[in-house]
C-alpha cells in the first residue's frame, strides 16, 4: 500500500499539470479571440465616413483607448517548462521609453487619424459660436428701423391729420384721391406679389429644371408686355417706364441666348442642392414669417409714402422710404438664407439634422450684423461684376477702355476677395463675421479649384429674374386698374407695383438659393462627403481638358514675387 501512494500523488501532480496548461492555453484563446474582434471593430470604425456621427464620437471622446496596439503575450508553455498554477496579474502600463535625440519621436495614431478623419474641436465648438458678428452695421440698421418706423408713424399721423383737419380743402380733397385711387391698387400688388412668391417657390422645388427655362423666357415676355401696354397709354410718364422695360426684356433675351451651354449643369446642380429640403418639413417656415413680416411693413409704407405728400420736400422723402424699404425687404432675405444655409450645412458637413428653430433664432440675434453688412453690400458687388464685364466685352484696342477695364477688374479682385455672397454659408455654420466669411470661402474656392465653376452659376440671376417677372406681372395688374379708374396715377403706381412684387418675391427665392450656396461651399470644404456625387468633379474634368468653354467675370493675375 505504501508503495501505491507516490504513484498516485504523482498522477494527481500530472493531471493538475495538464489542468493548468489546458486553463492558460483557454484565457489565451479567448485573449486572442477578444483581440480579433476588437480588432475587426477598429477596422469597421476606420470605414465609417468622417462625418458619421458614432466615428466623431469614438474619435473625440474614448478614441484613445484603442489607438495602441497590444502587447505581445508570452508563448504558450510546453510540456518540458512546468506552467504556473494561476495565471500572472496584469501588467502595469509603463511609459514609453523617452527617444533618443538623433531619432525623432513616433507620432501617435490617434492624431493621425484625428488630422486626416475627423474636425479638430475648435472647428466643432466654433459651430454654437455665441459672439454677435459685424456689431457696428447691427446697431446701424436698429437705428435705422427706430427712425424709420417714427418717421413712417408721425408721416401717417400728417396724412390723417390733412384728412380729418381743416387745414385746406386741396389737401383733403388729393389725400381722399390717393385713398381712393392708390391704395387699394397698391395693397392688391402685394397680395398678388406673396401669392406669387409662394407659387415660385414651390414650382422650382417640384420642377426645378423646367423653372430655369420658364423664368428665363417668361420674364423676357412679361417685362415686354408690361412695356408695351405703358407705352398703348400715351402719356410721358408711362412711356418713360415703358422704354425702360422693353430695354430690359431686349438685355434679358440676349442674356437668355448668352448662358444656354450652362444652364444643363446649373439644373442639376438645383436638382441636387434642393434634395435636403425634403428632411426639414419646417424649413419654410422662415420665410412664411418674413413674408408676413414684409407685408405688414409694406401696407405700413404704404400709408407712410400717401403722408409724405403732405410734408415738405415730397420727392425726397419718398425716395428715402423706398430706400429704407429696399434694405429692411434686403435684411429680411438674408435672415431667410442664413437659416436655410445653417440647416443645410451642417446637414452637409456633419450629417446632423439642426432645428429650423434655433438657426431661425440665430440669425435674427447673432448674426444680424452681418445680414445687414451683406445686404448693402453684395447688391453692389453684383452691380459691379455686370459693369466689370461689360467693360471687358467693350476694351478693345482702345487704351482709355483697356485701362478702364484694367481698373475695374483689380476692384473686382479686391471685393470678391472680402465680400461676395457666398459668404453667408460660413457666417450661418461657423459664426465668422462677413468679411472674414467672405474670404475663407472663396479661399476654399479657389484651393479646390471651382473658381470657374461657381463664377458661371446663373442661380443668383435666376432669383434675380424671378423677382423681375414677379414685378412685371404686378405692373400689368395695376397699370390697367389704375388707367380706367384715374389715368394721372398711373405711372406712379406701376413704378409702386413692381417695387413691391419685386422686393416679395427675392424674399421667397432665397431657400432655393441658400441650397445652391450650400451645396457649393460645402462641397469644397469636404468634397469626400457621401452626400456629394460626381457632377462637380466631372464639370472640373471637362474644363481641364478644354471640352467646356466657361465664360466667367474677368480677374486680374497677381505677379508672383
Not at 458678428?133 to 408721416?155: D, E, G, R, S, Y
Not at 397709354?233 to 448662358?259: E, H
Not at 478644354?546 to 480677374?555: I, K, L, Y
Amino acid at each position: 500500500m505504501g508503495a501505491t501512494e507516490p504513484a498516485v500523488e504523482e498522477r494527481e501532480e500530472t493531471e493538475k499539470k495538464q489542468r493548468g496548461v489546458k486553463a492558460v492555453e483557454e484565457e489565451e484563446g479567448e485573449g486572442e479571440s477578444k483581440d480579433k474582434e476588437h480588432h475587426r471593430f477598429l477596422a469597421s470604425l476606420n470605414r465609417l465616413n468622417p462625418t458619421n456621427p458614432l466615428r466623431i464620437i469614438v474619435n473625440n471622446g474614448g478614441g484613445t483607448r484603442y489607438t495602441t496596439p497590444p502587447s505581445s503575450r508570452a508563448p504558450p508553455p510546453t510540456q518540458t517548462q512546468p506552467p504556473p498554477t494561476r495565471a500572472p496579474p496584469p501588467e502595469e502600463p509603463h511609459p514609453p521609453p523617452s527617444p533618443s535625440p538623433s531619432t525623432p519621436p513616433p507620432q501617435p495614431l490617434q492624431q493621425q487619424s484625428r488630422s486626416i478623419f475627423t474636425p479638430t474641436p475648435q472647428t466643432l465648438a466654433s459651430l454654437n459660436s455665441t459672439k454677435y458678428t459685424n456689431k457696428f452695421f447691427l446697431l446701424l440698421f436698429i437705428l435705422h428701423k427706430v427712425v424709420a418706423i417714427a418717421f413712417v408713424c408721425f408721416l401717417v399721423f400728417r396724412g390723417v391729420q390733412g384728412l380729418i383737419g381743416s387745414n385746406g380743402n386741396n389737401v383733403k380733397r388729393k389725400e381722399q384721391r390717393i385713398l381712393k385711387f392708390l391704395l387699394p391698387q397698391v395693397e392688391a400688388a402685394s397680395l398678388l406679389s406673396i401669392i406669387l412668391a409662394f407659387s415660385w417657390q414651390m414650382a422650382f422645388r417640384l420642377w426645378p429644371e423646367f423653372m430655369i427655362h420658364f423664368i428665363l423666357w417668361s420674364t423676357f415676355l412679361m417685362s415686354l408686355s408690361s412695356g408695351i401696354l405703358l407705352l398703348c397709354f400715351q402719356m410721358p410718364a408711362t412711356d418713360a417706364v415703358g422704354v425702360c422695360l422693353i430695354a430690359f426684356s431686349i438685355g434679358n433675351g440676349l442674356y437668355a441666348c448668352w448662358i444656354t451651354r450652362r444652364i444643363k449643369f446649373c439644373s442639376k446642380i438645383l436638382v441636387k442642392s434642393l434634395e435636403p429640403v425634403s428632411k426639414f418639413s419646417d424649413l419654410n417656415l422662415p420665410t412664411y414669417y418674413m413674408l408676413a413680416a414684409g407685408f405688414v411693413w409694406m401696407s405700413l409704407w404704404i400709408f407712410g409714402v400717401i403722408g409724405a405728400l403732405n410734408f415738405y420736400f415730397p420727392p425726397l422723402v419718398i425716395i428715402g422710404l423706398v430706400l429704407s424699404l429696399a434694405w429692411t425687404t434686403e435684411v429680411m432675405r438674408n435672415v431667410v438664407n442664413l437659416t436655410v444655409s445653417r440647416v443645410v450645412a451642417l446637414f452637409y458637413l456633419r450629417g446632423m439634422q439642426s432645428s429650423t428653430r434655433f438657426s431661425f433664432q440665430r440669425a435674427l440675434s447673432r448674426n444680424l450684423g452681418s445680414a445687414c453688412l451683406g445686404s448693402l453690400f453684395v447688391p453692389t458687388i453684383e452691380a459691379l461684376r455686370i459693369v466689370a464685364r461689360g467693360l471687358n466685352l467693350l476694351k478693345g484696342e482702345d487704351e482709355f477702355m483697356f485701362c478702364c477695364a484694367n481698373c475695374c477688374l483689380n476692384l473686382m479682385t479686391f471685393i470678391f476677395e472680402h465680400g461676395n455672397g457666398w459668404a453667408f454659408v460660413q457666417i450661418a455654420a461657423y459664426g465668422k463675421g462677413f468679411v472674414r466669411a467672405s474670404q475663407d470661402t472663396w479661399k476654399l474656392f479657389e484651393d479646390a479649384d471651382m473658381v470657374e465653376i461657381v463664377d458661371a452659376d446663373i442661380t443668383s440671376s435666376i432669383c434675380f429674374l424671378t423677382g423681375i417677372c414677379s414685378g412685371c406681372v404686378c405692373v400689368i395688374m395695376a397699370a390697367a386698374w389704375t388707367y380706367t379708374v384715374y389715368k394721372p396715377f398711373t405711372a406712379t403706381i406701376s413704378l409702386l407695383a413692381f417695387f413691391i412684387g419685386y422686393l416679395m418675391t427675392r424674399i421667397s427665392m432665397a431657400l432655393p438659393h441658400a441650397c445652391v450656396s450650400c451645396y457649393y461651399a460645402c462641397y469644397a470644404e469636404n468634397s469626400e462627403s457621401r452626400f456629394f456625387d460626381k457632377t462637380i468633379r466631372d464639370r472640373q474634368a471637362l474644363i481641364k481638358n478644354g471640352r467646356v468653354v466657361v465664360p466667367t467675370t474677368p480677374r486680374v493675375r497677381r505677379a508672383v514675387a
